[in-house]
């Protein structure tokens, strides 16, 4: 049996094969298609920041790639750009994605949260991916970039069913997700354009260094990697931490008792469960040796951050969650200058989720001890996570 089989089901079964047995392995891709695959930590980061394997479909061989067809007014985006085009269009987005707007983001995302949690009531069960991890960043990133309240649910729709569609949706949803995504971001990006607001896209349209600024297809491509990546990473982020905690109750009692650990128990979340089982593929510019295996140029690489951080090289029985481990380092996030953008945001949303959720509710329990994960390479998160919970008694009170 292929070593690399179930890896869906038990990915960090499969992992502990492949970083024993071929660490560097063969396997069919999220597409069907020929890939290697890539395990342990020092080579997962290694590759991450070798300039070597390329993020720019061009150069993979013919044929051999397919992945997401996307129009060009959303391909031109950082996760297929290569320097010197991916150093300017970073540098010119890094001006207007600042740590300090992330910083002043902190109040309007706590406000966020309580108001979640007040409409679950005071007890009862709720599935807290529908009812939190989900409306919470979809919000979040859409006041971000300014987009109006009454279309956040079509982009939660459309960005699910480009991730992780429902089983029985057929070949033409994605293609219908893009094109009503497309259309969207053309009329909004106008209206920005003659009614500038206080919002990360006004500030996009208007970036500009020494007379460059964004290309039209690049300013479309950015506004949709923004709020997919936005919207997907941070629902599995706080889905997957939730159920971390509640699935190991003496960590959870002890992060209870000292919430200001949570910077730090963030980090081991993102460790132990990513919110990606695969990083975005590469495809080498020249025949290059990876973890003692010599790869062709133009083949598809994929890369895993999940196994690289539960890789007992690099992180001591990595198959536990312990909020006091040293949890730098992890790939989660990324490596080198494809590190995530929105890394900040996602790890300030996660603090905040979580800390709201355990000041409000001393009795959190799973109602369901197997919970189900969504069917995706890409998107390492749960379909939903049932939970029974009851406010603190004095709340009640003073209601």
Same mark, same amino acid.
């Given at each position: 049996?292929? #070593?690399?089989?179930?890896?869906?089901?038990?990915?960090?079964?499969?992992?502990?094969?492949? *970083?024993?047995?071929?660490?560097?392995?063969? !396997?069919?891709?999220?597409?069907?298609?020929?890939?290697?695959?890539?395990?342990?930590?020092?080579?997962?980061?290694?590759?991450?920041? $070798? #300039?070597?394997?390329?993020?720019?479909?061009?150069?993979?061989?013919?044929?051999?790639?397919?992945?997401?067809?996307?129009?060009?007014?959303?391909?031109?985006?950082?996760?297929?750009?290569?320097?010197?085009?991916?150093?300017?269009?970073?540098?010119?987005? @890094?001006?207007?994605?600042?740590?300090?707007?992330?910083?002043?983001?902190?109040?309007?995302?706590?406000?966020?949260?309580?108001?979640?949690?007040?409409?679950?009531?005071?007890?009862?069960?709720?599935?807290?991916?529908?009812?939190?991890?989900?409306?919470?960043?979809?919000?979040?990133?859409?006041?971000?970039?300014?987009?109006?309240?009454?279309?956040?649910? $079509?982009?939660?729709?459309?960005?699910?069913?480009?991730?992780?569609?429902?089983?029985?949706? @057929? %070949? /033409?949803?994605?293609?219908?997700?893009?094109?009503?995504?497309? @259309?969207?971001?053309?009329?909004?990006?106008? $209206?920005?354009?003659?009614? #500038?607001?206080? $919002?990360?896209?006004?500030?996009? !349209?208007?970036?500009?260094?020494?007379?460059?600024?964004?290309?039209?297809?690049?300013?479309?491509?950015?506004?949709?990697? !923004?709020?997919?990546?936005?919207?997907?990473?941070?629902?599995?982020?706080?889905?997957?931490?939730?159920?971390?905690?509640?699935?190991?109750?003496?960590?959870?009692?002890?992060?209870?008792?000292?919430?200001?650990?949570? #910077?730090?128990?963030?980090? /081991?979340?993102? =460790?132990?469960?990513? %919110? &990606?089982?695969?990083?975005?593929?590469?495809?080498?510019?020249?025949?290059?040796?990876?973890?003692?295996?010599?790869?062709?140029?133009?083949?598809?690489?994929?890369?895993?951050?999940?196994?690289?951080?539960?890789?007992?090289? *690099?992180?001591?029985?990595?198959?536990?969650?312990?909020?006091?481990?040293?949890?730098?380092?992890?790939?989660?996030?990324?490596?080198?200058?494809?590190?995530?953008?929105?890394? %900040?945001?996602?790890? &300030?949303?996660?603090?905040?989720?979580?800390?709201?959720?355990?000041?409000?509710?001393?009795?959190?329990?799973?109602?369901?001890?197997?919970?189900?994960?969504?069917?995706?390479?890409?998107? =390492? @998160?749960?379909?939903?996570?049932?939970?029974?919970?009851?406010?603190?008694?004095? /709340?009640?009170?003073?209601?």
């Amino acid at each position: 049996m292929d #070593p690399a089989d179930g890896l869906l089901d038990h990915p960090y079964d499969v992992y502990r094969r492949l *970083r024993e047995t071929a660490p560097v392995h063969r !396997i069919a891709g999220p597409d069907g298609t020929p890939a290697w695959l890539v395990t342990r930590y020092d080579d997962v980061r290694a590759a991450l920041a $070798d #300039p070597r394997l390329s993020l720019d479909k061009r150069h993979a061989t013919a044929g051999t790639y397919k992945g997401f067809s996307l129009p060009p007014a959303l391909d031109a985006n950082l996760l297929n750009m290569d320097p010197p085009d991916h150093t300017r269009v970073r540098r010119l987005v @890094g001006r207007a994605f600042t740590t300090r707007r992330v910083e002043q983001l902190r109040t309007p995302i706590r406000r966020t949260a309580d108001r979640l949690l007040d409409a679950l009531g005071p007890h009862g069960t709720a599935d807290l991916i529908a009812a939190y991890a989900a409306p919470l960043p979809i919000t979040v990133i859409c006041d971000l970039l300014g987009i109006p309240g009454q279309h956040r649910l $079509d982009f939660r729709i459309w960005t699910d069913t480009l991730v992780a569609p429902a089983p029985d949706a @057929g %070949p /033409e949803a994605a293609k219908e997700a893009v094109v009503a995504m497309l @259309g969207y971001f053309t009329r909004l990006l106008a $209206d920005k354009r003659s009614e #500038p607001a206080d $919002d990360l896209l006004s500030d996009l !349209i208007a970036v500009r260094e020494e007379g460059d600024r964004l290309s039209e297809d690049e300013l479309m491509s950015l506004a949709f990697l !923004i709020l997919f990546a936005g919207y997907e990473n941070t629902v599995q982020l706080i889905g997957n931490a939730v159920l971390a905690l509640l699935q190991h109750p003496e960590q959870l009692a002890a992060l209870r008792k000292d919430l200001t650990r949570l #910077p730090a128990a963030v980090q /081991e979340f993102l =460790r132990y469960e990513g %919110p &990606a089982l695969l990083a975005i593929r590469r495809f080498p510019v020249a025949d290059m040796t990876i973890g003692g295996v010599t790869v062709p140029a133009g083949e598809t690489v994929w890369v895993s951050p999940s196994a690289a951080d539960r890789d007992p090289a *690099r992180f001591p029985d990595p198959d536990r969650l312990d909020l006091t481990r040293d949890a730098s380092g992890h790939l989660a996030l990324g490596h080198g200058i494809h590190y995530c953008l929105g890394a %900040p945001l996602a790890r &300030a949303e996660t603090e905040i989720a979580v800390a709201a959720l355990l000041e409000r509710f001393p009795e959190l329990a799973l109602a369901d001890d197997d919970p189900r994960w969504r069917r995706s390479l890409r998107a =390492r @998160g749960l379909v939903e996570l049932p939970v029974t919970y009851t406010k603190r008694h004095h /709340e009640e009170c003073e209601e």
